[in-house]
Structure formats: C-alpha cells, structure tokens
C-alpha cells in the first residue's frame, strides 16, 4: 500500500491508537486513501521489506539503516522516536550513533539519545497480543507517554 502498517492487524492497533492520543486524525479503513493524516508524526520502518518467515537477518537490518539514518535526519526537530519491537530499537540506536548496550530495550522503555528521547514498545502485532506479550492497555500508556512529552 506504501503506507506502513496497512493492511494487517498491527496497523490496526497502531493507527487507532495514534487518533485516539491525537496524534492522527480521520479514519483508518486499512487502505492508502481513507485520508487518514498523521499529526506531527511519521512512520517508518526499520527494516523495509517483509524477510522470509518475518525474521530479518543482521544484514537486511544494516542495509535497511541506510534508509533509516536520512530518514530520522530529515526532521531537524525531532524529539521522540517509537522503536516497536527490539530489532526497530536496536536500529535506531545504532542510526542515532549510539551503542546498543547502553540503550536496553524494555517495553515501555523511555531514554535519552541526544536531544531525542527513545521509546520502545512490543511490537504490535497480532502474536504479540494474541499471547498477551502485548495488551492495548500496554500499547495506549505508551502512546500517553510520548503524547504527554510533545505537550511540554
């Protein structure tokens, strides 16, 4: 679809989220032109390509970073970055030229990388909250969070 997230199960989870915390707005009906519109928000990936049995190897993660880092430079005032799940989390760290050890990832996971503050969460998949490692409780106080950061 071009759009991150659509057409499953997590961008179902996600995108209602984002408009409940206002951080979109419209509605999401899984399909490019539902004119859904994200609010001083973007969404990325940090791997761009679906990998065989969705299991990205080391080297699919390094080259998609390649992506990543100008992608994170192009909003000169950033202030929050959502990994979902610890493969987006360690990418990002390492594209903010940091060392992955000293940014562990947790759910709810809050850090400071420079002039931007890290957030992690489970990914939001339907496996992830299918067997409870994710509930949309989890995934909303995250979003609490970063909305409650953007209103300082």
């Keep these: 679809t071009g759009r991150p997230f659509t057409g499953d199960y997590a961008g179902d989870?996600?995108?209602?989220?984002?408009?409940?915390?206002?951080?979109?707005?419209?509605?999401?009906?899984?399909?490019?032109?539902?004119?859904?519109?994200?609010?001083?928000?973007?969404?990325?990936?940090?791997?761009?390509?679906?990998?065989?049995?969705?299991k990205p190897v080391?080297?699919?993660i390094a080259t998609c970073r390649s992506?990543?880092?100008?992608?994170?430079?192009?909003?000169?005032?950033?202030?929050a970055v959502l990994a979902?799940?610890?493969i987006a989390h360690q990418s990002t760290v390492r594209a903010l030229g940091e060392r992955v050890a000293a940014y562990p990832f947790r759910h709810g996971g809050r850090q400071e990388a420079g002039s931007i503050t890290l957030f992690s969460s489970y990914h939001c998949s339907r496996?992830?909250?299918?067997?409870?490692?994710?509930?949309?409780?989890?995934?909303?106080?995250?979003?609490?969070e970063i909305a409650a950061l953007l209103q300082e």
């Design 13 to 54: 989870l996600l995108y209602g989220t984002l408009i409940a915390q206002g951080l979109a707005r419209g509605e999401f009906k899984a399909r490019p032109d539902d004119g859904l519109q994200l609010v001083q928000t973007a969404i990325t990936n940090a791997v761009r390509c679906v990998p065989p049995e969705n």
């Design 58 to 60: 080391g080297g699919e």
């Design 67 to 79: 992506f990543l880092v100008p992608t994170i430079g192009r909003f000169p005032n950033l202030r």
């Design 84 to 86: 979902l799940g610890s």
């Design 127 to 144: 496996y992830n909250t299918n067997t409870g490692v994710l509930t949309e409780a989890m995934f909303v106080n995250v979003f609490k």
